[in-house]
């Protein structure tokens, strides 16, 4: 086995997902597939090959420091699922 | 003729003469979307009574003398372009709710061109999928042949085209989401160069590999519409600056002089026999117009699924990181504490397939796993990109298959999502390099289902791809050819 249940749970944790014991046995199998299949890459050997996170060399985009206008707020808390007029509102953390 | 059949530069023409007006040409899609929606599922939303006002707008800007590249024309959207105060789901239900407050710089571009907005169309959950089947609100249907998939995740995009409802669209291509419902629903589709079209406001899945794309009925359209969408833009940091050719000027008869490079390896086992014919009848096509034939080797092709599905899922999983309930979309109201919030409103906002692609990508970047996953694979990246630059050496252009098969069964391989990945060797490639590619229809099955032929050229030759695709049209008669319904 490439990945077990337990850490299909450690990972469905660190990316926030709840998943139903039916739901955690179906995606185990499933990624446990994916990960064998994609062992593959491990037949070559990339010694010294620089990754590319990129498709072109492209550095870093500046653009000046200046002051444009931004959303209204108004328009910033048009979707949220609870607000209150100034801020979005979450259940209560402390 | 009823005005849906024409293509989008014969409808200009005629808007152009006062033979037309974008009202008649807007209700004609809307009463040709009012036949065959109900079948064919092309829309999440329409906005019919919207659409007419842009219409009548786009007629008094013309009797004013305004010239817009796309003024009058009703074209449609895939529901990953944010639009101001128009819904964008992204064919999920963690956004069912969602009105953007802005518009992508795209659809700044084709509001300006005085292009008539008539809704936005089915995809595949956040773009992860190959079928479309993934979309939470319905899902698109093969114009060609009744209970078939129309491809993904761009489905709704070519299905649309493809039956008249629009005369030009708008998809986004990350492994092939352009170029692969093209090919099966018999339309035209255009990966640009990563950087050649601004992707502010796209909802993002892959940032390294996302691109915007054309869909049209015949390749002049795609011309046209690259005329509209290329350009730099200051809110994408990655757009290029770069000057934008008038693809419209590419299209020149002949392809004498070019080298069209055979890619040995797209030719392989699991290619459907019918789908090999009509490929080779393009390279034939291309020969007797004078291009000379070269076989050019991607050697790394064969790792470029394990490539794809491990760099495009750990960067989704960080991207959809931000849909946790607390600015927009979903959010689960019963949670008592925040943690349980975002995990409840995730677990129900998103889809398997969502799902899948999230827990993939977070594994492969997560602490012990990041170098033998994520970095392994962005190192294969390089030798992948390495062999497209050694190809193109040898030729300016390279002919192949889009999909190794026409389109198959609504309901095959949903639950086997390694087989559905597997059905995307041809196309990733081009996203991992950043390279242009391009889907033109090339024939048809014995099933009479549509099969596609892919270019892929160096980056920013969408000029040199357009022209090969003109020349390959001329040859097959296809252009401009709207599914029988």
Not at chain 2, 55 to 83: M, S, V
Not at chain 2, 159 to 180: K, N
Request: a negative charge; one cysteine or more; proline letters at 4%.
């Amino acid at each position: 086995m490439k990945i077990t249940v337990e850490e299909v749970l450690h990972v469905a944790h660190l990316a926030r997902l709840n998943l139903n014991e039916e739901e955690l046995v179906k995606m185990t199998g499933q990624l446990d597939t994916i990960l064998s299949y994609v062992d593959k890459l491990s037949e070559l050997d990339t010694t010294g090959i620089e990754p590319t996170t990129h498709a072109h060399n492209s550095v870093n985009a500046f653009r000046e420091d200046g002051v444009v206008t931004s959303l209204p707020r108004e328009e910033s808390l048009a979707n949220a699922p609870e607000e209150n007029g100034e801020m979005f509102k979450v259940p209560r953390i402390i | 003729m009823q005005p849906y059949e024409l293509t989008m530069a014969q409808a200009l023409v005629k808007l152009d003469a006062g033979e037309l007006s974008s009202r008649e040409l807007t209700q004609s899609c809307l009463d040709r979307i009012e036949k065959v929606d109900s079948d064919i599922h092309s829309f999440i939303t329409l906005d019919g009574e919207a659409a007419l006002l842009q219409a009548d707008q786009a007629d008094q800007k013309r009797k004013e003398g305004d010239n817009g590249k796309l003024l009058g024309i009703p074209l449609g959207l895939k529901d990953l372009l944010c639009t101001r105060n128009l819904r964008t789901t992204c064919g999920s239900n963690i956004l069912s709710n969602f009105i953007p407050p802005y518009d992508a710089t795209v659809v700044e571009s084709i509001k300006k061109e005085g292009g008539v907005i008539l809704g936005k169309l089915t995809m595949d959950e956040f773009a992860m999928g190959s079928t479309s089947e993934t979309c939470s609100f319905g899902v698109p249907e093969n114009p060609w042949k009744k209970g078939y998939v129309a491809g993904g995740s761009s489905g709704g995009s070519a299905t649309s085209v493809a039956s008249g409802e629009c005369f030009v669209t708008l998809g986004s291509d990350t492994g092939g989401s352009i170029r692969q419902p093209a090919s099966l629903c018999g339309v035209v589709g255009l990966k640009p160069t990563y950087g050649r079209v601004s992707r502010y406001g796209l909802v993002a899945y892959a940032s390294s590999l996302d691109q915007i794309g054309p869909f049209s009925r015949d390749v002049a359209d795609s011309a046209l519409m690259m005329n509209v969408i290329s350009g730099y833009d200051r809110r994408d940091s990655t757009s290029v600056n770069r000057e934008v050719p008038d693809y419209s000027q590419a299209l020149v008869e002949g392809v004498k002089g070019l080298k069209v490079g055979v890619p040995r390896e797209y030719f392989g086992e699991g290619l459907d026999p019918e789908v090999r014919t009509i490929v080779e009848n393009g390279i034939r096509i291309l020969q007797e117009q004078g291009a000379e034939i070269v076989e050019v080797s991607l050697p790394h092709t064969e790792y470029c699924i394990a490539v794809y599905y491990l760099i495009a899922p750990a960067e989704a999983s960080s991207n959809l990181a931000r849909y946790d309930g607390v600015a927009y979309g979903y959010r689960e109201k019963e949670a008592e504490t925040l943690l349980e919030m975002y995990k409840e409103s995730r677990s129900v906002g998103f889809g398997a397939e969502v799902k899948r692609r999230i827990l993939i990508g977070t594994y492969a970047l997560s602490s012990g796993y990041y170098d033998a996953y994520y970095k392994k694979a962005s190192q294969v990246r390089t030798l992948i990109l390495g062999d497209f630059n050694r190809a193109f050496e040898q030729c300016d252009v390279l002919i192949s298959p889009v999909v190794p098969t026409p389109a198959w069964k609504k309901g095959e391989n949903v639950d086997d999502p390694l087989s559905l990945y597997l059905s995307d060797i041809l196309t990733v490639s081009a996203n991992l390099a950043g390279i242009p590619g391009m889907s033109v229809p090339g024939g048809f099955s014995s099933e009479g289902l549509p099969v596609g032929i892919q270019l892929q050229g160096p980056h920013f030759r969408e000029d040199t791809l357009l022209r090969v695709a003109y020349n390959i049209e001329k040859g097959t008669g296809l252009g401009g050819k709207l599914a029988s319904l």
